[in-house]
């Protein structure tokens, strides 16, 4: 049998550029971009009604059904130019669009308006309400305030059925269908809260409260906030469908329950979303390496699902396509159906989120072509699930992860591929090619909206993104097979979970160490004109990408800078910025409201008293001093503006011992020291007075506390471990937290305390500060621990004209920033780096 000619091609298949013939199912012609304009116009259409009154959405409806009308009827008349009436067509198919989807958002807006709830919030009324749960509950991340760390309370959406409140002497019924947030105790029997599932029916006697403005509360009426720690009421039960998928996510996390602690807190997320095992440190980590969209399940894992039925993309068509399907002799049809039946169960398993509802709409509509037998386009497939999705849910228009899903996605189906082209042409082999241009076209996309949101930008997104796509496929699969074992048999779901956790581990440490990198993340102005800044320095940087791929010298040179930039090492760090000195001896890190001070001990070395309370800015505060050993840690009480950052000072650091001071209050703090230390297998020891240690030519003497302080949790400041340090010739106190009453004792133990060069003023420069001790240490250079706008009011304008009346320079962080002591006597000189903005 002969060839076809070229020329005897179908049009579409000598337009679409390829040699194939047009037996070949693979064969695609030009791209269908016929749904773009409606689905973008519904987009924006729906974005924009959402918060507008009704009488703006039905002017703005009646105006797009009327000259879309208009438009479709020129269309209509068979006189006119065929590409004005296609034009004409497209127009007002857009334009109806964007008045259904106008329509649709306004009737949804109204739900947050209608009924007594509103009204209710804004007066903080106390009802009776019932609701059903409509997400799991999750917990929020825990914050620092001052000397605790705040308890991590769990929140979850559901929707108003029924309130009563009380009026006068009656009580007054209302069946209502209203969405809130539901803020649940952190503390007692968090467990039960921690178990609903989405659909269960519940009975709460709590205050209404409006939602915070700017604070996600869009779509939401009000916020209930659960008091005391009773465990919730249940009404009624979840469903046989929510129930079945609650079953699978517990027997996956009870699968995953003897694996490593990062691959443990990170499968249920990459499998199935389920991130409440995951530490706010790794998630962090995560955030900055723009990873999180591998917490966030998304069309990547519907994708490998879907490839284990049907086979690679492109092959679902051909006699010998792929999968598991045809070895089972299932019908492409019946193939089709079965692929939609695991869709819908992704979707409940893996909740409704916003990037899950986007893959599964992809799915459906691409497995609606394979079972009809018509060509598969995923442009169109998914300017059609964008489309349907604002329809029937407006407010996914606003929400920050559809935007990403939906702008990733496009990334991938449509620079993707020609970037991958680009590098084949220049000799870089087919899978890298493919991967590279992957990841680098959706960083291109999304960092713009990231930056809008989160005033940043990573630097190590694309690579982190390269080391950790080889192992989100085997993680995805085994992860997916642990979850079906579970019910069936535990021990092969535990043996399946074992050998996920090694891929999952490995995207963790991919994490942790491209966030552990000095230059991993770079502030950037947030809002539109971030996004939109960063947007136009992306576009430069694509359009001069051509000329510099053909400079080999520029690429390295490039390449080079980028290094230097992410890696900061410090020698070149102090030399382009001058910060750290030379010969420092002393530092006090800047880490917002605490304490992190360091002292030199050698080369690479230090002794660090206090870690702060937030891990990432301590860890990179040493990584600026190049401290890469760490013999002692002294943390000289347990407020967690002292202990919370400890793990940054153990991160990637040789550390010998952890010194603490003899009062264990706050008990849960003390714990988080003990628990940390013994996962870094690091000893925590009890600091006792007179101690005295000698490290090179760093020497210290402990002062305080007494052996026995008959003190409470309320007086933990007065426990603070108080040290006279002595480096060569520079000498230094260091007090902690230290309130009056204390400072009088230490004066009364140390009568013969001498003047010191530098003085740790204490508890943040407060105005609690005893004048005969400031009078006695008689400091040259006195340096305060707070950070910008702190609502504490530190440190006292009282302090600090005491202190300079005394003939002390004074230099505080929250405005001078890091702070390094160099030299002693005559040469003794304090550099302060800047304040380094959060």
Request: charged share 15%.
């Amino acid at each position: 049998m002969t060839r076809p000619a070229a020329d005897a091609r179908p049009a579409a298949h000598t337009d679409s550029g390829h040699r194939l013939g047009a037996s070949d199912p693979r064969q695609e012609g030009p791209v269908d971009l016929r749904l773009v304009p409606p689905a973008l116009a519904a987009w924006a259409a729906a974005a924009v009604a959402v918060g507008a009154s009704g009488r703006w959405v039905a002017g703005f409806a009646g105006a797009c059904l009327a000259v879309g009308g208009v438009l479709l009827a020129f269309g209509a008349v068979r006189t006119a130019a065929p590409q004005r009436r296609l034009n004409a067509t497209a127009g007002g198919a857009a334009l109806l669009c964007a008045a259904a989807a106008a329509v649709s958002a306004g009737l949804h807006a109204a739900d947050l308006h209608r009924g007594p709830v509103p009204e209710l919030a804004h007066r903080y009324a106390e009802v009776t309400v019932e609701l059903t749960v409509t997400s799991d509950p999750r917990p929020t991340r825990p914050r620092v305030r001052g000397d605790h760390t705040a308890a991590r309370p769990l929140m979850f959406n559901a929707d108003l059925t029924r309130v009563v409140r009380a009026t006068g002497a009656d009580r007054a019924a209302t069946t209502v269908r209203t969405p809130v947030l539901v803020i649940a105790p952190a503390r007692g029997p968090t467990a039960r809260w921690q178990r609903l599932l989405p659909s269960t029916q519940l009975r709460l006697s709590v205050p209404l409260a409006p939602p915070s403005p700017g604070g996600g509360g869009d779509r939401i009426a009000a916020v209930v906030r659960v008091r005391g720690t009773a465990p919730p009421e249940v009404i009624g039960p979840p469903t046989a469908l929510q129930r079945m998928a609650g079953d699978l996510r517990a027997g996956l996390r009870e699968a995953t329950d003897g694996l490593d602690p990062d691959a443990r807190a990170l499968l249920p997320g990459l499998v199935v979303g389920d991130t409440s095992r995951v530490p706010p440190e790794l998630h962090e980590a995560f955030e900055a390496t723009d990873l999180t969209h591998l917490l966030a399940v998304s069309g990547s894992n519907l994708t490998i699902v879907l490839i284990l039925l049907v086979g690679p993309p492109g092959t679902a068509l051909r006699a010998e396509r792929g999968g598991l399907a045809p070895r089972l002799g299932i019908p492409l049809r019946a193939t089709a159906l079965l692929g939609g039946a695991l869709t819908l169960a992704f979707v409940v398993v893996c909740r409704p989120e916003p990037s899950v509802l986007r893959a599964a709409a992809c799915g459906l509509i691409t497995l609606l072509a394979i079972g009809t037998g018509r060509r598969r386009q995923l442009i169109p497939a998914l300017a059609a699930a964008v489309l349907l999705l604002v329809l029937y849910d407006p407010w996914l228009a606003r929400s920050y992860g559809f935007v990403l899903s939906v702008l990733a996605t496009g990334a991938l189906l449509t620079i993707g591929p020609r970037w991958s082209a680009a590098l084949l042409r220049r000799g870089v082999p087919p899978r890298l090619a493919e991967v590279l241009a992957a990841a680098a076209a959706a960083q291109a996309v999304c960092a713009p909206v990231v930056a809008m949101m989160a005033a940043r930008v990573s630097l190590v997104a694309i690579p982190c993104n390269l080391l950790a796509e080889f192992a989100v496929a085997p993680a995805t699969v085994l992860g997916f097979a642990a979850l079906a074992a579970a019910p069936l048999a535990m021990p092969v779901a535990e043996a399946l979970a074992g050998c996920a956790g090694w891929p999952a581990g490995w995207i963790a440490s991919v994490a942790r160490t491209g966030a552990a990198l000095p230059g991993a993340e770079a502030a950037w102005p947030d809002g539109w004109r971030g996004g939109l800044l960063l947007a136009a320095v992306t576009a430069v940087a694509v359009l001069s990408a051509r000329r510099v791929l053909n400079r080999p010298w520029l690429n390295a040179t490039i390449v080079l800078v980028l290094l230097l930039v992410v890696l900061r090492p410090a020698p070149l760090t102090r030399f382009v910025t001058g910060w750290p000195p030379p010969g420092w001896s002393f530092a006090m890190c800047d880490i917002g409201q605490g304490d992190a001070s360091v002292l030199a001990a050698g080369d690479g070395t230090a002794v660090v008293v206090d870690a702060g309370p937030d891990p990432r800015r301590v860890d990179r505060c040493l990584r600026e001093l190049g401290v890469t050993r760490v013999p002692l840690v002294v943390l000289t009480h347990f407020h967690a503006d002292h202990v919370a950052g400890l793990p940054g000072v153990l991160r990637g650091r040789s550390v010998g011992e952890i010194r603490t001071t003899t009062l264990q209050e706050p008990l849960e703090q003390s714990a988080f020291v003990r628990r940390t230390a013994t996962a870094a297998r690091v000893p925590v020891l009890t600091t006792w007075p007179g101690e005295q240690r000698r490290i090179g030519a760093l020497s210290w003497r402990t002062l305080w506390p007494p052996p026995a302080p008959a003190l409470t949790r309320e007086e933990a400041n007065d426990a603070s471990v108080t040290l006279l340090v002595r480096s060569a010739d520079l000498t230094l106190l260091l007090l902690g937290d230290l309130e009056p009453p204390a400072q009088r004792g230490l004066l009364r133990n140390h009568p013969a305390l001498p003047p010191v060069d530098v003085l740790k003023v204490a508890h943040h420069g407060s105005a609690h500060q005893d004048p005969a001790l400031l009078a006695r240490a008689s400091p040259r250079l006195a340096l305060v621990s707070c950070g910008r706008g702190n609502t504490y009011g530190h440190p006292s304008p009282r302090t600090v004209a005491a202190l300079r009346a005394g003939g002390a320079t004074v230099l505080r962080t929250d405005t001078d920033g890091a702070i390094a002591v160099t030299g002693a006597g005559p040469t003794l000189r304090a550099m302060p780096a800047g304040p380094d903005m959060p």
